[in-house]
């Protein structure tokens, strides 16, 4: 059961098809699934802060069915993508293509950049590009080199545009954070470049042949389609970049590292991330809410994540705390007391 927990994902494909397959309030399946089922469910469930021991481990990192769960994830994203862009030119009312855009944003958001994430931390290329791929769906291609090379980094300082003030509002958040983190991205590259000695203007550019797929991407839609569909394509990628967003601002609200004599911060410890060890959600997002140790030893895959006993706790699980988000005096409320 353990293991099978993490098949929990594909319920969430399984509405999108119902999304896409129906109309009226059944077109909002997967806000429903995600945003009203699973935080009631978590409300019942007791964190669970139990740690796999050490043998364990060893037997969990050889196990392959980790990987084959995510891999699967690729494929499913990549059709649902294109049965969107069928789905979407049916003679639909308002509100049922806010439905099915809302349905292909949350799917970019958890298996679009959320799976792209785990899989772009990975030291393989193969399982890179699976996750460069996941990103390109979701038109996020620039969150690998800025997550890995900034973020990582800079968390829980001054720095780093996806780590949250005190007082901060999330709805500025979201520009400040996204806008930040693509041009820090393009500034990593191009230092990368420099010390390599590479030309901007080369298959080494990342972020170059990135925006070029990006492109390509668009152009193609609009070719086979057309611009209709391509802003449809456009508005759900940007509901799977606020759901991003939203998941970066409660993962280090209020949380800073201390500044050294030396004018360098303190290591990133577990205390520089909230962590979730609410079940529902850690199963449905592969581990993502156990975000104290991912910072903490970010080379860990998903299924290898600790709870740490000096990691702040949220009330509740990731879609509960980005509802929560969503109403600042309540959020505030709550989270400067926990701070």
């Known amino acids: 059961m353990n293991k099978l927990k993490y098949l929990s994902v594909f319920i969430l494909a399984f509405t999108a098809y119902i999304s896409f397959t129906n109309y009226g309030i059944w077109t909002y399946s997967p806000i429903i699934f995600s945003f009203v089922l699973i935080p009631i469910l978590e409300l019942f469930f007791k964190p669970n802060n139990k740690n796999s021991s050490l043998d364990a481990k060893k037997e969990l990192k050889k196990d392959r069915y980790f990987n084959i769960v995510l891999f699967t994830t690729v494929p499913i994203q990549i059709g649902f993508v294109i049965f969107f862009l069928f789905a979407i030119q049916e003679e639909l009312k308002p509100y049922e293509i806010i439905g099915r855009i809302s349905s292909l944003g949350i799917l970019c958001g958890i298996l679009g950049i959320n799976v792209g994430h785990e899989l772009g931390h990975r030291t393989n290329r193969f399982q890179q ?137 303190e290591r990133v410890q577990p205390s520089h991330s909230w962590n979730s060890n609410h079940i529902v959600g850690r199963s449905i997002l592969f581990e993502l809410s156990r975000h104290s140790d991912h910072h903490f030893k970010a080379n860990k895959q998903y299924q290898l994540l600790d709870s740490l006993p000096n990691s702040p706790q949220m009330i509740t699980g990731y879609p509960g705390m980005m509802l929560l988000a969503l109403v600042p005096p309540l959020w505030f409320k709550i989270m400067h007391k926990q701070l």
């Open 129 to 265: 590009f699976l996750g460069e791929i996941l990103l390109l769906t979701s038109l996020e291609t620039h969150f690998l080199p800025y997550h890995n090379s900034g973020h990582h980094y800079n968390v829980a300082t001054p720095k780093d545009p996806a780590t949250a003030r005190k007082g901060e509002l999330v709805f500025t958040f979201w520009f400040r954070s996204q806008i930040g983190s693509y041009f820090q991205a393009w500034k990593i590259e191009t230092n990368k470049l420099k010390k390599k000695g590479k030309y901007f203007l080369s298959f080494s550019n990342s972020m170059l042949i990135y925006s070029i797929a990006q492109i390509i991407l668009l152009f193609t839609i609009y070719f086979i389609f057309n611009i209709e569909v391509v802003l449809a394509f456009l508005a759900a990628s940007i509901f799977g970049i606020l759901m991003l967003e939203t998941v970066n601002y409660i993962e280090h609200y209020g949380l800073l590292r201390k500044l050294k004599e030396n004018g360098n911060y």
